[in-house]
T-cell receptor, first 115, second 111 residues
């Protein structure tokens, strides 16, 4: 059972467009929601993260929107560039060093930004 | 900046053989995680260590074991290898819960 759901599975966006990836979770013990970016043959790299006490966090072209009541969060990539082409994983964790302190990954979204 | 170091980067083994993967976390990071990633799959949590003690266990087969040593490096031991064990194995370390820093991974191929 996937604890973190993610959609779409794949996404093709024109250069300069907005890429949007959506995620949802069930476990209310999760209180930390990172996004990871992974290029082929490389390890996942932490991109941006949010805690549920804020509804939005922006870092450069990347924005996380968080809806605590709906238990949903999303990643928006503005002005998408070919270099953004990668697999993106949403994830969930707990910052309280409990049994949930491991990061649980969503199934991933393969993003292709075409020129 | 120092990153998570994993070795070997590539490993080819026969069925029923044994393999050992090593991980050197970022200095001062107190938690080490092991993940397994199959082709086109998301990373699956195997096991973690906090201050050299096992802190959590995920979908790790009984044939696998891991430990963290006094110098904080960790080893993942895999025995009786099966074809299905072929995957990328990532080690990650963290100091802040949830902020995992991953290594480049070890690609295990079982023939």
């Amino acid at each position: 059972q996937q604890q973190v759901k993610q959609s779409p599975q794949s996404l093709i966006v024109q250069k300069g467009g907005i890429s949007i990836i959506n995620c949802a979770y069930e476990n209310t013990a999760f209180d930390y929601f990172p996004w990871y970016q992974q290029f082929p043959g490389k390890g996942p790299a932490l991109l941006i993260a949010i805690r549920p006490d804020v509804s939005e966090k922006k870092e450069g072209r990347f924005t996380i929107s968080f809806n605590k009541s709906a238990k949903q969060f999303s990643l928006h990539i503005m002005d998408s560039q070919p270099g953004d082409s990668a697999t993106y994983f949403c994830a969930a964790s707990s910052v309280l060093k409990t049994s949930y302190d491991k990061v649980i990954f969503g199934p991933g979204t393969s993003l292709s930004v075409i020129p | 900046a120092a990153g998570v170091i994993q070795s070997p980067r590539h490993l080819i083994k026969e069925k029923r053989e044994t393999a050992t993967l090593k991980c050197y976390p970022i200095p001062r990071h107190d938690t080490v995680y092991w993940y397994q990633q199959g082709p086109g799959q998301d990373p699956q949590f195997l096991i973690s260590f906090y201050e050299k003690m096992q802190s959590d266990k995920g979908s790790i087969p009984d044939r696998f074991s891991a430990q963290q040593f006094s110098d904080y490096h960790s080893e993942l031991n895999m025995s009786s290898l099966e074809l299905g064990d072929s995957a990328l194995y990532f080690c990650a370390s963290s100091l802040v819960a949830g902020e995992l820093f991953f290594g480049e991974g070890s690609r295990l191929t079982v023939l």
